[in-house]
């Protein structure tokens, strides 16, 4: 979707304006911006759902039909270029059936994922695996921008067939947890500097705090200087882009993992996938919410907009203090046992 915007911004005849109906108005980024929310409204409702199913159904064919539906709800909004459908809730569907569907797949992943590795490694190992989510966006926008200045609907029906296409793969293949003997029943980015870190000192909500800590001062640097030069914008893009995404990555995988298999759960790690769904649902209110407020603070001046992320940061740093008092707490008395 954020293709055929940039279709639109550009204009098919490069006069800037959008040549598809109903997209063809002066409101067109109001029309864009309702897209937006239908879907990530739509995936942070639906992940509070998929959890509880994700534990009843066998993850290979959860997470295959999830794939089929995303890459079928994928393909039916591009197929809405070659059938000339001109009216918005057609695609406004599309986006909240495609929200809903997509819910399947990081609940799933996450317990797959956490069922062969313990949590001695686990930190690592995600950190590592999450890395896909970077390289996915990178390369979806790079597939679906070859014709994005042409027939832009092939810029959905072409990535609908390729993730289809992989969950067939995933329904042939997928090998849900290990099942050799003397490994617990397989339970028992920035994000891999997160996840390694965090496995070395067994602090995850530590080291979410400390790169948050440091993720605001260089938020305010960026403000000031990244106007500097598009050398200067990258550089501090990447230091910003990873002091945020490894809490981000560490949460929404490693930590996941950590409370889905807690031994208060007496070894039910189906609990794995209602867990990931609950936090990973939290975050994408997060991720509906953050464009709404930067859109409404904006014409206030950037500033406001960066002064609105650094505070989301420091709130982010308060919830976790608890956490974080308790991890000290324990490094704190075993260092005393030590000694004693």
């Not at 459908?85 to 399947?104: A, D």
């Not at 650094?310 to 608890?322: E, F, M, N, Q, Y």
Request: overall charge neutral.
């Amino acid at each position: 979707q954020s293709q055929l915007h940039l279709n639109c911004s550009n204009g098919s005849n490069g006069t800037g304006d959008c040549s598809w109906a109903p997209f063809d108005g002066d409101n067109y980024k109001e029309l864009f911006g309702a897209l937006d929310n239908a879907f990530l409204v739509a995936y942070a409702v639906g992940m509070f759902i998929s959890g509880i199913f994700g534990e009843r159904l066998p993850l290979r064919y959860y997470l295959s039909s999830g794939m089929l539906l995303s890459g079928l709800f994928t393909a039916l909004f591009g197929l809405g270029y070659f059938w000339n459908i001109h009216v918005l809730w057609y695609y406004i569907v599309m986006q909240i059936c495609n929200g809903l569907v997509q819910t399947t797949g990081w609940p799933a992943v996450v317990a797959c994922v956490g069922n062969w590795f313990g949590k001695g490694k686990r930190g690592l190992i995600m950190g590592v695996w999450n890395s896909h989510t970077s390289v996915g966006n990178i390369v979806g926008s790079l597939l679906a921008g070859v014709w994005v200045s042409s027939v832009w609907g092939l810029s959905f029906v072409v990535p609908g067939i390729v993730i289809a296409s992989v969950g067939i793969v995933c329904f042939f293949f997928l090998v849900e947890r290990e099942w050799l003997p003397g490994r617990g029943k397989g339970v028992s980015a920035g994000g891999i500097v997160a996840g390694l870190v965090s496995d070395y000192t067994g602090g995850r909500a530590t080291t979410c705090c400390v790169m948050l800590v440091l993720a605001a001062p260089m938020l305010f640097l960026y403000n000031h200087i990244g106007q500097n030069g598009i050398g200067t914008s990258i550089a501090m893009l990447i230091v910003c882009g990873g002091l945020v995404n490894g809490p981000y990555a560490l949460i929404t995988t490693a930590v996941s993992a950590d409370l889905g298999t807690h031994e208060s759960l007496q070894g039910n790690a189906k609990a794995l996938s209602t867990v990931t769904a609950i936090i990973d649902g939290t975050g994408s209110i997060g991720a509906a919410l953050g464009p709404l407020l930067a859109g409404l603070i904006s014409p206030t001046g950037w500033n406001n907009v960066f002064y609105m992320l650094i505070t989301a940061d420091v709130l982010a740093c308060l919830l976790l203090s608890r956490v974080v008092l308790k991890e000290t707490r324990g490094w704190c008395g075993s260092m005393a046992r030590k000694r004693g």
